[in-house]
């Protein structure tokens, strides 16, 4: 271990002198030494003791791209935080011991949102799909905000609609958050991350024409259960999900209201929604009521129906509106309510919306039918001067 006063320009020419490894240490500055090998590499360290008197070493950098100076500064560095206690050895550990994304997913956010989110089934979709196979491997300490962004960019780049790109954002976003909350990272390099602007308010309203088609298609169909579905959905404006799950003790007949359990509510809350004329006897036509728990049973299966989509698919072209979903028939409800008079503070009531401004996308129905009013009250004036 030989002591000398190091020389950038005689860095290159020093060898391990028949031995693997040698070290030469730098006489004007206790601690850094430059580690020469046989290989012919050379490699700058700082040695140092803990505040258990325990000798420690940790790495500066590579001679061919460190020069002494640069070493001497990160040593005196060094120097100068460990004399106020820190021990970057101890560190350099902890930063390797913090777990990888994929550790952290499954470990630790997928038990979480499994007890805590309904929709936990399409997290995993989107982490196994793709995040995975980017950020999967890398420590919660590596993940950057470039490398976030630059994910988010690569889902819409495939052909994905912005708003799925945004899901895939928010989901790394929210898992980030939730180790931060735990000790497991110090801040969250995804918190910044810009949204794509989502496109997402245009909805497809059934005509009086297309309306009686799809009519005629669900009382003529011979899948007459899903047919069922279909006309409890258009007639409450309810979410599938709240239809599905839906039972017999939830439903009154006599007070005509379903009652929507908070478990199955998308807002977590309890809501009571009317039952009109079309709901009651869509509830008249089940074969199910005291004989099964639920609404609508698969009779195939004998058990509540997860799905709907296939057969959704074949009833829309039957009646020639290919581009209508099962989403669509809750915007063609809360059309009704508005055209048949309502205020947008009933349509959030019997839809279920927590925040008004969703509500606020049926806006401009609300002025057509303030129009409509306005120009009957015009014919009545007009009349009155004839």
Known sequence: ?????????????????????????????????????????STWYYRYKDLNAHTQTTKLGCSSGM????????????????ALGKNPRADEKAAKEIITLDTFFNDHYLPYAKSHKRSWARDSELYRLRIRKILGDKR??????????????????????????????????????????????????????????????????????????LLEVLRTDSHKSVCLI????????????????????HIDKEKRVFRVTASNSKSKRLRAVP?????????EQLPTEGVYEHLFINMKTKKPYVNISKIFNEIR??????????????????????????SLYIVQQILGHSDPSVTQRYAHLSMKSLSDASDKASAIIKGAMR
């Open 1 to 41: 271990m030989p002591v000398i006063s190091l020389k950038q320009s005689i860095i290159s020419e020093l060898t391990s002198q028949g031995k693997r490894r040698i070290e030469y240490c730098e006489k004007s500055l206790g601690g850094l030494f430059l580690e020469v090998r046989d290989t012919g590499n």
């Open 317 to 342: 072209v039957k009646a020639g509106l290919p581009h209508l979903t099962i989403h669509s028939l809750r915007h063609q409800a809360a059309s009704h309510l508005i055209n048949s008079g309502s």
């Open 67 to 82: 020069t002494l100076a640069q070493a001497k500064i990160q040593a005196k560095i060094l120097r100068a935080e460990v």
């Open 140 to 213: 919660l300490n590596q993940i950057t905000r470039l490398q976030v962004q630059n994910l988010h960019a690569s889902v819409l780049n495939e052909g994905l609609a912005p708003a799925s790109a945004n899901h895939h954002a928010k989901l790394i976003r929210r898992m980030l958050n939730l180790a931060v909350s735990w000790d497991l990272l110090e801040k969250n390099p995804a918190s910044r991350i810009q949204m794509f602007e989502e496109d997402n308010k245009h909805e497809r309203y059934m005509n009086d024409e297309q309306l009686g088609n």
């Open 275 to 283: 039952l009109n004329d079309s709901a009651i006897e869509v509830l």
């Open 230 to 249: 279909t006309m409890f959905l258009l007639s409450t404006g309810c979410r599938l999900n709240e239809v599905l799950s839906a039972c017999w003790s």
